[in-house]
């Protein structure tokens, strides 16, 4: 069982950053690819972002790409969400989500490859 928290989201300018952090529980962390979701009101819940559970692989949806970059310290169980040049676009809960993935270091761009969740967090960007 994994239990995740995520923490880091608030209210932020257009073209400000922030940084959402996901806090996993237990001793198997390393073993889990890593996933970052959104939901906007009246809209269903999209990708963003995911890591291998090395940390070597990395994928991006095309609206983030080079604007938003997923890591993680596996010492000390998180997966970050470094979000930079924010747009009105971007606001709505932000989910990290975890798969067991002990034989394959790829990522997961679909919210029923992952089988842990976290409540979320707001993430709200002005005009």
């Known amino acids: 069982q994994v239990q995740l928290v995520e923490s880091g989201g608030g209210l932020v300018q257009a073209g400000g950053s922030l940084r959402l952090s996901c806090a996993a529980s237990?001793?198997?962390?390393?073993?889990?690819?890593m996933g970052w979701f959104r939901q906007a009101p009246v809209k269903e819940r999209e990708f963003v972002a995911s890591?291998?559970?090395?940390?070597?692989?990395?994928s991006y949806a095309d609206s983030v790409k080079g604007r938003f970059t997923i890591s993680r310290d596996n010492a000390k169980n998180t997966v970050y969400l470094q979000m930079n040049s924010l747009k009105p676009e971007d606001t709505a809960v932000y989910y990290c989500a975890a798969r067991l993935s002990e034989y394959v270091i790829g990522t997961y761009s679909h919210d029923y490859d992952y089988n842990y969740w976290g409540q979320g967090t707001q993430v709200t960007v002005s005009s």
């Open positions: 237990g001793r198997t962390f390393s073993s889990h690819a």
């Open positions: 890591i291998g559970r090395s940390g070597s692989r990395t």
